[in-house]
């Protein structure tokens, strides 16, 4: 009988994946190796390099979060704005909603802290009528 809880998450599973996933939505997005490091919340250029290289094992939990909350915040927008260059652009538009103050939601989600991508999220997520 397996002690371990049955919604674990398989770091070892997702890692690779969920990297190559959020490298791909970078580049869409053209952002730079800075705000990539900031979105994946690395501090260390030597680190970024080698996971962009070859991801590791298995990332830090808290990487994993960033990582799923970017991939909630990319589908959200490819189903709001099926043109894919209007979602894409959509992240760097200054946006007039009280949660963003006339600033972009990058410049939201450059704040370093995950809860800014989280808020991000459910944003697109209410928006889309999805939960709130």
Do not use: C
Request: glycine letters at 6%; a positive charge.
């Amino acid at each position: 009988m397996s002690t371990a809880p049955a919604l674990a998450i398989d770091r070892n599973r997702l890692s690779g994946p969920g990297l190559r996933a959020f490298f791909q939505i970078a580049q869409q997005w053209g952002l730079s190796t800075e705000q990539q490091m900031t979105m994946l919340g690395v501090t260390s250029r030597s680190t970024f390099f080698k996971w962009k290289k070859e991801p590791p094992a298995a990332l830090p939990k808290d990487t994993l979060e960033r990582i799923s909350y970017l991939l909630g915040i990319y589908k959200a927008l490819q189903i709001l704005l099926p043109d894919t260059a209007a979602a894409d652009a959509w992240v760097n538009q200054p946006n007039s909603a009280p949660l963003f103050s006339g600033r972009s939601a990058l410049d939201r989600m450059l704040s370093g802290q995950v809860a800014d991508l989280y808020v991000v999220r459910q944003y697109l997520d209410a928006m889309r009528g999805g939960w709130a």
